[in-house]
């Protein structure tokens, strides 16, 4: 059937965007418009919040990615906005909130390249430039190139020996049609994996286990 739903989030990473606002404090967002090419993260942040300005005015950010644990944090971030006075278009159901890491339980800690700070709380941390900031086609939305130029990993997930994540250990927080997820048991890997050994074969059968 034909059907016209209101939002297309099928089902993708939430991350956590740490941008700097213009009297050099943190502001600190919820997304879930994100994807990578190489060291490359394309997002999509709307155009009304205090990200895009931020992101326009100075390029330093992190992505941060919380795991499924997190999501009630992510939550208490989803009404507030870092923009004062609050848009029209978000009057009715956000407020203004200058504090987003205390609202949300959650704690800075000083990034090594960029200059705004990292979320301790999450297991993967992305410093990263935004190197490009376009409107989308319909205005509503900017679409952000962020060249990425560190990655901070939780050694807990990371394969001993290697540079890889640990995809059997490593979960991502899912925001599948306005909806928390974690991840199921492992169903298989890519022919291009470069995880695919007995270590990982263990660590998945210890995550369902």
């Not at 016209?4 to 600190?28: C, H, K, M």
């Not at 200058?98 to 990034?111: C, Q």
């Not at 991502?172 to 909806?179: E, Q, S």
Request: proline share 11%; hydrophobic share 45%.
């Amino acid at each position: 059937m034909v059907i016209e739903p209101r939002i297309l989030y099928f089902g993708t990473p939430v991350v956590l965007l740490t941008t700097r606002n213009p009297d050099g404090s943190a502001n600190l967002a919820p997304m879930s418009s994100a994807w990578a090419l190489g060291r490359t993260v394309v997002l999509g942040v709307g155009a009304e919040g205090q990200t895009a300005r931020n992101l326009a005015q100075h390029p330093d950010l992190v992505i941060n990615l919380p795991p499924p644990e997190l999501w009630e944090a992510v939550e208490r971030l989803a009404p507030l906005t870092g923009r004062d006075p609050v848009p029209p278009a978000k009057a009715d159901r956000f407020r203004f909130e200058p504090a987003k890491f205390a609202a949300a339980g959650l704690h800075p800690i000083r990034s090594e390249v960029v200059g705004v700070p990292r979320v301790a709380e999450c297991p993967l941390q992305l410093e990263a430039r935004a190197v490009s900031v376009l409107p989308d086609v319909t205005g509503d939305f900017r679409i952000v190139e962020a060249h990425v130029v560190r990655v901070h990993a939780d050694p807990a997930l990371v394969v001993p020996g290697t540079q890889h994540v640990d995809p059997a250990r490593w979960q991502p927080l899912v925001y599948n049609f306005r909806h928390y997820f974690g991840l199921g048991p492992e169903l298989g890997h890519s022919f291009r994996s470069e995880t695919a050994s007995e270590h990982a074969a263990l660590s998945a059968q210890q995550c369902v286990a």
